[in-house]
């Protein structure tokens, strides 16, 4: 049985290679312990770059590789390492899972090969350098047998049993024309999450959807609407949102953060923002972070905060101000004419009156047409563009209490006039104590 325990050193002791490797054995075995207890992730790649050329040719390569093994072995492969690290994908072969593999340390047998097969279970590789000597300036170098880890690359069935390993990438197929096509969305475990392209994408791409949301709500502020209590809703909003961007663009400069740190940010950020993107506004039940499937924790993350972060600004929904204009005329002008073809319009409506009379009532007290024929429409008693009145708030828009919503008809004559015009005008006749409008353009998938 192989220990770990010390050796005791004393005064007139026989050296053997047993006690130096015994020292050795326990050094590594409490480093080992140490990382463990520190983080209790602490394994995984530092770097991994996977040699696209080499996909080509039908084999699985590695141009750069660094990293811990899960039992606490260092390495950081050399170039001539990395050439010896291959393995040829079979044609036919689909849906593998590849590995970076070490043997487990075997009590009793030996741990060192010169040569080691493929099918070797030793755990070093002796290779010869020269070592010049440190303190003796100009003298001759020595030939030294060093070790160095006996990493190879298999699939992880044929390991699991007798090797720790690390995971690679999954091999999806070997083409017809050799090409080894890789899943695209696995993760291998990491120490430092930008070294995963698949993670640096998604960050990346996070905070650009929070700098689009951020700046789309800070302009829409103070440009009428609602006010009131949609005021401050919008507000808290781009405070979460802003929130989100500056965190996120202080993960992504940390490229060597390890990947639970960012997991456990994005889950805190998914929580906040779920009121916003979340049906029942409370925080998914998110799978337990595992590090050795990086991909099944972040993917679901990472989408419902992309979701949220649309949802947060609205991405589908316009705010048109209505601008209070004499005799009691309100206009709205709209950005885009293309809304006219492409988006529904909204029309949000509460008053100190009973709910159900303001639905029966309003749509015939209102003129709503082109801006520029408004006058006409009033003083003509012209019929406008009419108005349905919708049971609930459109998905789209946040709920306010005590509004009711109009939807506005595009099958009248005047709808084909806007396209030329500034946009909405509107008046409501007769008096609605404390009437209060919001219009929206929502566009439709």
């Not at 770097?47 to 050329?53: H, P, W």
């Not at 992880?156 to 720790?164: F, L, P």
Request: overall charge neutral; proline content about 6%.
């Amino acid at each position: 049985m192989s220990s770990h325990d010390g050796v005791v050193w004393s005064e007139g002791m026989f050296l053997l290679p047993q006690h130096f490797q015994q020292q050795e054995r326990h050094h590594r075995a409490r480093l080992a312990q140490v990382l463990r207890a520190v983080q209790p992730h602490g394994w995984g790649f530092a770097t991994l770059k996977i040699d696209a050329a080499q996909l080509a040719l039908g084999n699985l390569a590695l141009s750069a590789c660094e990293g811990i093994m899960p039992d606490g072995s260092p390495f950081a492969l050399t170039d001539e390492e990395l050439v010896r690290l291959r393995y040829p994908v079979a044609d036919g072969e689909r849906d593998v899972q590849l590995v970076l593999a070490l043997a487990l340390n075997r009590p009793g047998a030996a741990d060192t090969e010169t040569a080691p097969g493929d099918d070797s279970l030793a755990r070093y590789r002796i290779s010869e350098v020269l070592v010049a000597d440190a303190n003796t300036e100009g003298g001759e170098p020595a030939c030294l047998q060093v070790c160095r880890l006996n990493l190879k690359l298999a699939r992880e069935a044929d390991v699991a049993a007798s090797h720790v390993f690390l995971r690679v990438a999954r091999v999806v197929e070997r083409t017809a024309a050799g090409l080894v096509v890789l899943d695209r969305q696995q993760v291998a475990p990491l120490l430092a999450w930008r070294s995963s392209p698949v993670l640096a994408r998604s960050v990346d791409e996070l905070i650009a959807r929070a700098r689009q949301r951020g700046v789309a709500l800070a302009g829409g502020l103070g440009q009428g609407g609602l006010g009131g209590m949609t005021e401050i809703q919008q507000y808290v909003m781009l405070q979460s949102v802003n929130r989100a961007e500056s965190l996120l663009m202080h993960l992504a400069s940390q490229p060597a953060l390890h990947p639970e740190l960012l997991y456990r940010e994005l889950v805190r950020l998914a929580g906040e923002l779920a009121i916003f993107g979340q049906e029942r506004k409370r925080p998914r039940a998110y799978p337990p972070y595992r590090h050795d499937r990086l991909g099944e924790s972040f993917v679901p993350l990472i989408q419902d905060l992309l979701q949220a972060l649309s949802a947060v600004a609205g991405a589908d929904v316009v705010a048109l101000a209505l601008k209070s204009g004499a005799f009691g005329f309100r206009f709205a002008q709209v950005p885009d004419i293309n809304l006219y073809q492409s988006a529904r319009f909204i029309l949000a409506v509460r008053a100190q009156v009973p709910d159900e009379e303001l639905r029966k009532s309003f749509p015939s007290r209102l003129k709503i047409g082109p801006a520029e024929r408004l006058h006409d429409l009033v003083n003509l008693q012209l019929p406008g563009l009419a108005i349905q009145v919708l049971p609930t708030a459109p998905r789209e828009l946040p709920y306010y209490p005590g509004f009711s919503y109009f939807q506005l008809s595009n099958d009248h004559p005047l709808w084909a006039d806007l396209v030329d015009t500034s946009g909405f005008g509107l008046h409501v006749a007769g008096s609605f104590p404390g009437l209060q409008l919001a219009f929206w353009a929502i566009r439709e998938a």
